[in-house]
């Protein structure tokens, strides 16, 4: 039996992680001194109004060393092997933690993968590696589709301002006046692990066009994530529906971790091609 493990950036709700039987590795954030840990996408209380009053107050740490230890050694116990994808390298040293911790627990019966991507991108690829578990395939197949398929994953998204990327240095040169004069937001993707720059929108209606523009002709499966007002989800889902009518498309609200990040005003998409 091949057991699959992931990190809270996922952002699978409690229902979701529990029916698929996907384990979550929580990561940690910092608000003006105290301590949390991130949890399902529905279990994380009103921390948008806590980042909100301390804005500047908040740190993320990556997942500890120790937490991977602790789950995947309760796995191996029941007989498991692990496959374990996690936020990309470039965004956190979650995948450091993990891979240290697999070594330590067991060489020959866990696997750690790098995502090279977070959110509604990691969960597809996590719900994928489930699917090909229950499949029957071993370990190692199950590692090479994943890493093959990650390169089907895309990300795009926008935020309200880029204060909190500016302030979590996890973003290249980007303009500076973007997001903070004439209603003019930034179009970024998340691309081989990295957030890069893509362009630019005014106003609502062109961010929300730029965005569905940046999604392939053959992408089979959408995900909307989002945080801060959902209406803003809503008119982005309308408008991905509009060039993909034939897709279902899922909503995923973020959690602190990414929100401390790229601020509390977030639309994004992520996708897998054929």
């Known amino acids: ?38 949890s399902y996408s529905d279990q994380n209380g009103d921390f948008e109004s806590l980042i909100f009053k301390n804005a500047g107050r908040c740190t993320t740490s990556q997942a500890p060393r ?26 956190s040293g979650t995948y450091s933690s993990a891979s240290l911790a697999a070594k330590e627990v067991s060489k020959d019966k866990i696997v750690v993968v790098d995502s090279l991507s977070t959110a509604g991108g990691l969960s ?33 998204f926008s935020v309200d301002n880029m204060d909190a990327l500016r302030r979590s240095g ?26 890069i720059s893509y362009g630019i929108a005014r106003g609502k209606t ?12 053959n992408a089979k499966e959408i995900i909307v994530h ?25 909503q995923i609200e973020l959690g602190p971790v990414l929100g401390i990040h790229l601020g509390l005003g977030i639309i994004g998409i992520s996708w897998m091609s054929e």
């Open 1 to 38: 039996m091949i057991a699959i493990v992931t990190d809270s950036t996922a952002y699978l709700t409690k229902q979701e992680a529990t029916d698929l039987g996907i384990r979550i590795v929580p990561m940690s954030y910092t608000v003006a001194g105290q301590m949390y840990n991130e």
């Open 66 to 91: 120790s937490a991977f230890m602790s789950v995947f050694d309760e796995l191996i116990r029941q007989n498991y092997e692990v496959f374990c994808i996690v936020i990309s390298s470039r965004l």
């Open 124 to 156: 597809i690829l996590a719900k994928k590696a489930k699917e090909l578990a229950l499949k029957g395939l071993s370990l190692q197949e199950i590692t090479n589709v994943i890493e093959k398929t990650r390169d089907k994953i895309g990300i795009s």
């Open 170 to 195: 996890r973003l290249g040169i980007v303009r500076q006046s973007v997001g903070t004069i004439l209603n003019i937001r930034p179009i970024l993707l998340c691309k081989d692990g990295a957030i």
């Open 206 to 217: 062109e961010q929300i066009r730029e965005l569905v523009s940046t999604i392939p002709h």
């Open 226 to 250: 989002y945080l801060g007002k959902r209406i803003n989800a809503e008119e982005l889902v309308s408008g991905i529906k509009n060039k993909f009518p034939s897709i279902h498309i899922r």
